[in-house]
């Protein structure tokens, strides 16, 4: 059985910094471009950052320089690293890891509110 598990969202000030994790089992991990995807009330689920098996990374322009994107192959992990964190970020994060086959997380709640 597949599963992505999400942690680390909650509430932060603007200007705050969160790290998400999504841990993964059931799939091979390191075959699989892993992705954090951003839905926000009433909005489209958005692509936020996405990681190769390769390590090569890719941001939407509105978290460039903002948030990272890294995975750990031994712990089929994959990390974001959200800093200087905007109230318009403020959305469920989803993990994603795709390569033939498409698997999405349950989401985890990122509320940057002063």
């Known amino acids: 059985q597949v599963q992505l598990v999400e942690s680390g969202g909650g509430l932060v000030q603007p200007g705050g910094s969160l790290r998400l994790s999504c841990a993964a089992s059931?799939?091979?991990?390191?075959?699989?471009?892993m992705g954090w995807y951003g839905q926000a009330q009433v909005k489209q689920r958005e692509l936020v950052a996405t990681?190769?098996?390769?390590?090569?990374?890719d941001y939407s322009d509105s978290v460039k320089d903002r948030f990272t994107i890294s995975r750990d192959n031994l712990k089929n992990t994959v990390y974001l690293q959200m800093n200087s964190l905007k109230p318009e970020d403020t959305a469920v994060y989803y993990c994603n890891a795709a390569t033939y086959d498409v698997y999405w997380g349950q989401g985890t709640q990122v509320t940057v509110s002063s």
């Open positions: 990681i190769t098996r390769g390590g090569i990374t």
């Open positions: 059931g799939i091979s991990y390191c075959f699989y471009t």
